[in-house]
């Protein structure tokens, strides 16, 4: 159901996307649907929360700098190519332009953001020989906050310029991070 909420939300629109078109795209009866989901609303809860579980393990894997810049290159190239294997670039806009109008949603998206920045404020303070990078504790809530604000831009970027040139990015990517991440 949720793949096939994302696929109609990223082809239509959160609005104009409904949930009898949903319950066609996942082969299902809309009755069945509304066994599992009360409504659209609470679709798009599910999957900001299994957004949040993915970007939580993500984050629990890194190691280095190095490995933070080709993995936000790799997903980079991967929303310019729509694949659906990462989250979707338009459906994280989608979400974020429906939290204006849902404060259920906005809500849930405020608590995935402060344990996504609370998850890589732990990675960048946490000591190197423990998998971290060691930064200094007074320099780790800007860094991480400034992080968080560039991978939006990059998925605001991949939707805007899909056919931005990829040695571009990379060197941005590899710029920000290298500044963002150094000692």
Known sequence: ILCAAQRCFIDSGFHAASMASIADTAQMSAGLMYRYFENKSAIVLAIIERQLQEGRTQIAQLHSSSELAAALLD??????AGDPGVVNAALFLEMS?????????????RRSDA????????WM???RDQGGLGLPPGTVATRAF???CFIRGLAVTAVRQPDMDACTIKD?????????LSP
Do not use: M
């Open 97 to 109: 332009a429906e939290a204006t109008r849902d404060p259920q949603i906005a809500a849930a998206l």
């Open 146 to 148: 400034l992080l968080e």
């Open 125 to 127: 303070n946490r000591a």
């Open 172 to 180: 941005s990517i590899d710029d920000v991070v290298g500044r963002l």
């Open 115 to 122: 344990l996504i920045l609370s998850d890589l404020a732990a």
């Open 75 to 80: 997903v980079f190239t991967r929303w310019q």
